[in-house]
């Protein structure tokens, strides 16, 4: 698939080396892969990209990355912290390849962490951006069986301490609630030099079916990641 408007456009997946939770969690075995393959190949399949780039802190990573296709234009700085925001180091990235004279019209960020999202989904979620005029969109997902408006808090003996007064009406009187996921986001490049973020202003969401929108944080996340994938093999009969 090519751009219907003829932007130059850029994936960039950044892998930050130093993971505490699962060491060396974006290029650890998922089904059969490293990690990180798994979001090289859907954006790959989206057909949308000129390149496909990898922003690292890590050489171990950027092997790994080229070694599936990927690009890594130099490691990445200070950026590649616990504390600076992604977005940063995506700047960074795209600074770095106007150093080489590579310049592009938007950036699709895709976080390594969320293996389950595929070409289709970053294609649907390209041509929404499209549609919207926005210059930035960030993808998310319906809460189904958690429902949030039920959280609360607990002290040392068990006592709850409700968040929301919303509690305490039914189910089906409450609206419905989204969360961002960092599967798929989009942004026009200037704007993003502009307010430093794919938040900025105007950005709008993009609803992705949750179970590929899950993104890797902890070990739990990771089993509940290999049930979901498992399970769609199956459904596509692989």
């Known amino acids: 698939m090519s751009s219907s408007n003829h932007k130059r456009i850029v994936a960039i997946i950044p892998a930050r080396g130093g993971s505490k939770r699962i060491p060396g969690k974006n290029i650890i075995d998922f089904m059969g892969k490293p990690l990180i393959a798994w979001t090289i190949e859907a954006a790959r399949d989206s057909g949308l990209f000129e390149k496909i780039v990898v ?26 912290d616990d504390y ?19 310049y592009f019209d938007e950036v699709i960020q895709l976080f390594a962490v969320c293996p389950l999202r595929n070409a289709q989904d970053i294609i649907n979620a390209y041509q929404y951006f499209v549609k919207s005029k926005s210059n930035f969109l960030i993808s998310c997902f319906k809460y189904t069986w958690m429902n949030p ?36 986001w989009v942004a026009n490049v200037e704007a993003l030099y502009n307010e430093n973020t794919f938040y900025g202003n105007g950005h709008v969401f993009w609803e992705m079916n949750w179970k590929r929108a899950v993104d ?15 399970a769609e093999q199956k459904d596509d009969g692989i």
């Open 149 to 184: 408006w039920w959280a609360v808090t607990l002290d040392q003996e068990g006592h709850p301490s409700w968040i929301f007064e919303d509690a305490k009406k039914r189910s089906q009187d409450l609206p419905e609630l989204f969360s961002p996921t960092g599967a798929i």
């Open 55 to 80: 922003s690292t802190d890590s050489e171990e990573i950027a092997t790994v990355a080229r070694q599936w296709g990927a690009e890594v234009p130099g490691l990445r700085d200070s950026k590649a």
């Open 216 to 230: 890797i944080d902890n070990y739990e996340d990771l089993e509940l990641a290999k049930m979901l994938g498992s």
């Open 84 to 102: 600076s925001p992604v977005s940063e180091a995506t700047i960074r990235t795209l600074q770095l390849m106007e150093e080489q004279g590579i």
